[in-house]
């Protein structure tokens, strides 16, 4: 008889590892005897990595699935509302170089491609400030809803900043105390095959053997299953994203009523870019660049002079934590009974945050798909690899579109990023196409893809990328429709900038009162 996959071991504690617990427990019922057994293995001697402060939208379904309230995480883990990225100084690095990649889709866009009708108007008026509203929100520091709408229910699009820390605590308790997940806190020491080469158990420091049915590597840049037991290749991407090294820091704000950003702000720099992600309580800034481009002394300095503004002298005494990077992927993340999630399968610069998001999709789909019997292990198996070779290819062309679209010349950062040699062929396939057309849902293959149309015309357009005009003439019904959705987001754009409050007063509402219970729209 094929053996049941009834016992799932999560090894480690971080936010993949606790993600996926969560997801699995919360779908199989983990919390009844007859449930699916969830097991979490976390070493005392080795802590998450604490930094990865963005989300995506799509936590607002994953805290909600979790059985998480809104209300709780916006108090526990310090978390505010985000709207998207603003891009300072990625095409000409002037002051007034500032673009906006919003969460929200262009208005219409499941029949109407907008981006054509906004080229006639491209010197202006910008893109994204022209299809939607939601960089006007942004610009004037507004949340994505009001306290009286519902948990996870939004007037626009949003994800979350948080403190990472936090957000594990959270997750553990959340995990252990509602969702029936049983945490070790233990080292794993060794990973032992049977005689078909599956792991059967786990040696642990002081709990001993650990058997289980399926493992998920969560331990993040250790790798410990799939990379250091499997030898699973890891493959480098460096040749076509060059940061590999980290600088992070916490800033505190000058008062409780400072304001708070409602998106990422990604500033380039000679050699990299610096984030800079507002939270309730502090920011989170950091400095990533690449190693084979300027020293860490130099990038110090630049993330010091980020900071000085806001800080004054105080910004020379600041403590920075240093963090390696090493940009790219296993070569498959599911092998045998054994796949990889967060850091363990892979790791790239956070430009579009899609650390978390990977997380989240690579749970869903192991649970979802969670495979009833040993039998149909490898088949999940080929599906899973498949997909998500999909994605980081995918990943890296939208990150690498963000450098390759630049008029900066001022580094060999920037110049070297412009090097065809490092453009993967996919992407520079789509360039080609999308000069003489915008970018449209038939350019990309699958329905739930990471980055869809809308993300590219954001950054394409954000950064000056020249469509030609089509000579061919359009339907008048199209550009009628066209036009009457451009006079909608002006009007639609007046009513939110009166009607929403600040990011600040929407989180202390929160704080103070709590949000209207519900469920995601
Ligand atoms: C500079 C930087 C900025 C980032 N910014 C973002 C962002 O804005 N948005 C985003 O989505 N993501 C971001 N990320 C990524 C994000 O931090 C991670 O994807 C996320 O925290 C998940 O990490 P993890 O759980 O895979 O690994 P970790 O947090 O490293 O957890 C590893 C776990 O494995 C355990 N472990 C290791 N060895 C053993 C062993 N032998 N036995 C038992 N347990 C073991 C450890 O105890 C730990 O609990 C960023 C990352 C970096 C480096």
């Not at 060059?242 to 009523?257: C, G, H, K, R, S």
Request: proline letters at 4%; a negative charge.
């Amino acid at each position: 008889m094929s053996k049941p996959v009834k016992r799932i071991v999560i090894v480690g504690g971080g936010a993949a590892g606790w993600i996926t617990a969560g997801l699995i427990a919360a779908e199989h019922d983990a919390v009844s005897d007859s449930g699916t057994e969830v097991i979490l293995v976390e070493s005392p001697d080795v802590g998450p990595i604490g930094v990865g402060e963005g989300t995506w939208p799509t936590m607002r379904s994953t805290l909600s699935k979790l059985g998480i309230c809104e209300t709780d995480f916006v108090r526990q883990c310090d978390a505010s509302f985000k709207q998207g990225t603003r891009f300072d100084g990625w095409h000409t690095g002037a002051a007034e170089d500032i673009y906006y990649h919003p969460f929200t889709l262009p208005s219409g866009y499941m029949k109407t491609n907008l981006a054509e009708s906004w080229l006639a108007h491209r010197d202006r008026v910008p893109f994204a400030d022209a299809v939607g509203t939601q960089s006007h929100l942004c610009a004037h520091g507004l949340g994505p809803k009001q306290g009286a709408t519902p948990e996870y229910a939004a007037v626009a699009n949003y994800g979350y900043h948080l403190d990472a820390g936090k957000f594990a605590v959270l997750l553990q308790k959340h995990c252990t105390q509602s969702l029936g997940v049983r945490h070790v806190l233990d080292h794993v020491t060794a990973v032992n095959n049977d005689e078909d080469g599956y792991i059967a158990f786990l040696d642990c420091k002081t709990h001993g053997p650990i058997e289980g049915d399926l493992f998920v590597d969560c331990t993040g840049f250790a790798s410990l299953l799939l990379g250091k037991h499997y030898g699973i290749p890891f493959v480098s991407r460096k040749n076509n994203l060059f940061i590999d090294t980290a600088l992070a820091a916490q800033v505190p704000y000058a008062d409780e009523n400072s304001p708070i950003e409602s998106q990422t702000i990604a500033t380039a720099q000679s050699s990299g870019w610096i984030w800079d992600i507002g939270l309730s309580s502090r920011r989170g800034v950091g400095h990533v660049y690449s190693s084979a481009h300027t020293t860490d002394a130099a990038a110090e300095r630049e993330l010091r002079a980020y900071i000085k503004p806001s800080l004054g002298t105080e910004s020379e005494s600041i403590t920075l934590r240093k963090i390696a990077i090493n940009p790219g992927h296993r070569q498959e993340f599911w092998h045998k009974n054994c796949v990889a999630v967060g850091m363990a399968a892979g790791f790239l610069e956070p430009l579009e945050a899609s650390a978390l998001v990977m997380v989240e999709l690579s749970a869903k789909m192991i649970s979802e798909e969670l495979p009833a019997t040993r039998e149909t292990v490898p088949i999940v198996a080929k599906r899973f690899n498949e997909k998500f070779l999909y994605r980081w290819d995918r990943i890296i062309d939208f990150l690498k579109l963000h450098y390759v679209l630049t008029q900066r010349t001022d580094s060999d950062f920037w110049r070297d990023n412009c090097d065809k040699q490092s453009m993967p062929e996919s992407l520079g396939e789509q360039l080609a196409l999308w000069q003489h057309r915008v970018p449209w849902h038939s350019d990309f293959a699958h329905v739930d893809e990471v980055f869809s149309s809308a993300s590219y015309q954001y950054v394409l357009y954000g950064m000056g990328f020249r469509t030609a005009a089509s000579a061919r003439p359009r339907a008048r019904a199209q550009v009628e429709e066209a036009d009457r959705l451009f006079a909608e987001n002006e009007q639609k754009t007046k009513q939110l900038l009166a009607g929403l409050p600040t990011n600040r007063e929407l989180i202390n509402q929160i704080r103070e009162f709590g949000l209207p219970k519900g469920k995601v729209a």
